[in-house]
């Protein structure tokens, strides 16, 4: 600013020009920006690296407990579908054999009562 002869500046600017005013963060320099970019990307490829190796390492115990998860899901689900399976088989086998034997029974009763009974009983060799 220019002073005049009383050491006054000749330009004072009104308060609204001085709050209005756009201030702008000064910018760094070039060297500065680029830097702070190339140590960002290094960061960025360190990190990365050390995450791709601790992945690797981790990967084959997380799929392998996975996959034991899974099996003994389906191992336990496999084994409450066979018990059903082999208590349904025994209920039909059961009730198969209840009918048979009322079928035998009932022969056997019939053959008694058709029997003469002035026929003497022979008994069952052995």
Do not use: C, H, Y
């Not at 899901?73 to 009322?102: G, N, T």
Request: net charge negative; charged share 30%.
């Amino acid at each position: 600013m220019v002073t005049g002869a009383r050491g006054f500046p000749r330009f004072l600017p009104t308060l609204t020009e001085v709050i209005l005013a756009p201030v702008a963060p000064p910018e760094p320099p070039e060297d500065l920006v680029a830097l702070a970019a190339a140590r960002r990307e290094a960061f960025a490829a360190q990190l990365r690296s050390r995450l791709g190796e601790a992945m690797d390492r981790r990967l084959p115990d997380v799929v392998a407990a996975a996959m034991l998860e899974q099996i003994d899901s389906i191992a336990e689900r496999l084994r409450q579908e066979m018990e059903e399976m082999v208590r349904q088989s025994l209920e039909a086998i059961s009730d198969r054999l209840r009918v048979e034997l009322s079928l035998l029974v009932r022969d056997a009763v019939d053959n008694v009562l058709t029997d003469d009974p002035s026929e003497p009983a022979v008994p069952a060799t052995q």
